[in-house]
Each structure stands twice: as structure tokens, then as C-alpha cells.
């Protein structure tokens, strides 16, 4: 039965390839076209196709049916009033299985693509407001990982790596490392939004997500650390010295650092 039914869509696709505003179908090839349309495109970077005939002219309001001449690829998409691609653009030939590929533009951009296997998404990329998502799925519907763009840079990423989710918010300057694929972190650095004179930020967690030590780094080279119960210390490079503090900001310890000695 689903080989019939390949059987007639393809013997329905040649059929109006051949003949023009059948069906209200336009017939539509490359070699119509001022450039080469080979459909690649980089989503995030919203860029529209922007397809003309060889004189310049923009494509009349319609349905096409569009065929690459090169790889067998076929296609059928709406054009509006504006000679923009708009609505779904349903594969015929030449791409995977019909069912599995989905994609929709609206005015002359993609703006969402959906790949599934056996049933499962397994790649899902989509603008909503200003940001443009993409998404990686596994085949037991596990996300793999994610980015987000914003006006083609990239602002976001979450992946896996065998120690767990390491997150990157370009936005709010945080990176993040996960156990696991917990929502527990480990370990978490800060580089924008800091105060003044402070360049980054790194703090440490236990295995339950508890706060055992933060790590801040001065412009001025100075980096000072400070344990859960409060207390605190200093390193100077400058001096070279290590200045250790109560929590109530009592100096309790200064001690050189002496570098090992090497010996050739």
C-alpha cells in the first residue's frame, strides 16, 4: 500500500513538473532563477531567501512545485503577495522520508525545522520572538543539547559531556557544570555583571548542591577564597603573601608564599 501510494505521488509530481499553474501549481526550476537555490541556509542567522527570476523580478503570488535539477530534489511551497515564501515547504523527492522533515517560512525565512526518526524529533531548530532555538534530541527523546541565538550570535548553550550538563548563558556571563544530568551544579563561574575591579567569579558545590567555596579574581591580580563557614583569605601577587581572615574580617594568619625551587 505504501509503495502505491509513492508510486502516484511520484507519477502526480512529474505530471505538474510539466505543466504549468496546473492545478494552480507553478512549475519552478534553478535554471529560472537569477542564483543557484540549493536551500542551504543558516537559520539563526535569519537569513531570507530572497528568490528572483534571472531578470531580477520577485516570484508572482502562487503555489510551486520546484524542481532543483540537481540531486532530484522537489519541492512544493506558497509564494505571498509580497513574492516571499511563505507557509510549509512539503518535500516531494530527495529529501528523508516526507513524514519525518517538516519546515515553515514566513516571508522568505525559515523559521522552524523538524527531523524525526521513526517517529521521534530528533532535531528541532525554530525562531520564537527574538530568539531562534536549536534542539538535538536522542532516539528515546533524551535532549542532547540546546543553543539559542539572538540576531545571529550565539547567547546560549547547554550540552552533555561525560561528567554531566555544562551550561553557557552568554546573556547573564554564567557557566554552569552539572553531575550528572541532575539539576544539581558543581561548579559555577560569573564573568559579566560582576562589581567593579572583579574580573570573574568561580564557586564550588558538594555532591548535594550545597555551597563549599567561592573564588574571586580582582583586575589587580589579588584573588581571594572564601569557605562556607564564612572565613576568608587573600592572595597578593604583588607582595606574594596570603592574608587569612575570620568571618568577622579579623586578620588571623599572614604567610608568604614561597614558589618550589627548580632545579636543572
Not at 587573600?234 to 614561597?258: C, R
Request: glycine share 8%; charged share 30%.
Amino acid at each position: 500500500m505504501k509503495k502505491n501510494a509513492s508510486h502516484l505521488i511520484l507519477v502526480l509530481t512529474l505530471f505538474l513538473l510539466t505543466t504549468t499553474n496546473t492545478f494552480g501549481q507553478i512549475a519552478l526550476k534553478n535554471s529560472d532563477l537569477k542564483d543557484y537555490w540549493n536551500m542551504e541556509w543558516d537559520m539563526e542567522k535569519l537569513k531570507p531567501q530572497n528568490l528572483r527570476y534571472k531578470d531580477g523580478t520577485l516570484l508572482k503570488k502562487g503555489n510551486y512545485i520546484f524542481d532543483s535539477e540537481r540531486g532530484g530534489l522537489i519541492v512544493s511551497f506558497y509564494v505571498n503577495d509580497s513574492g516571499q515564501i511563505d507557509g510549509a515547504l512539503v518535500a516531494i523527492k530527495g529529501l528523508p522520508p516526507l513524514s519525518d522533515l517538516q519546515l515553515n517560512y514566513r516571508n522568505d525565512t525559515l523559521v522552524k525545522y523538524e527531523r524525526k526518526k521513526e517517529g521521534v524529533v530528533v532535531q528541532y531548530e525554530y525562531l520564537e520572538g527574538d530568539t531562534f532555538y536549536k534542539k538535538e534530541y536522542d532516539e528515546q527523546e533524551k535532549l542532547l543539547c540546546e543553543r539559542r541565538y539572538r540576531n545571529g550570535e550565539s547567547i546560549y548553550s547547554k550540552g552533555l559531556n561525560p561528567s554531566g550538563w555544562i551550561v553557557d548563558d552568554e546573556v547573564k556571563g554564567i557557566r554552569e557544570w552539572y553531575s550528572g544530568e541532575s539539576n544539581i551544579v558543581f561548579q559555577r563561574e560569573t564573568y559579566k555583571n560582576l562589581q567593579e575591579g572583579i574580573t570573574q567569579k568561580t564557586e564550588e558545590f558538594d555532591e548535594k548542591g550545597n555551597p563549599e567555596r567561592t573564588k574571586i579574581y580582582y583586575k589587580d591580580s589579588r584573588e581571594k577564597t572564601i569557605s562556607s563557614n564564612g572565613h576568608y583569605e587573600i592572595y597578593n601577587p604583588k607582595d606574594g603573601f596570603i592574608y587569612k581572615y575570620s568571618n568577622k574580617g579579623k586578620l588571623l594568619k599572614k604567610t608568604k608564599l614561597v614558589s618550589p625551587m627548580i632545579i636543572e
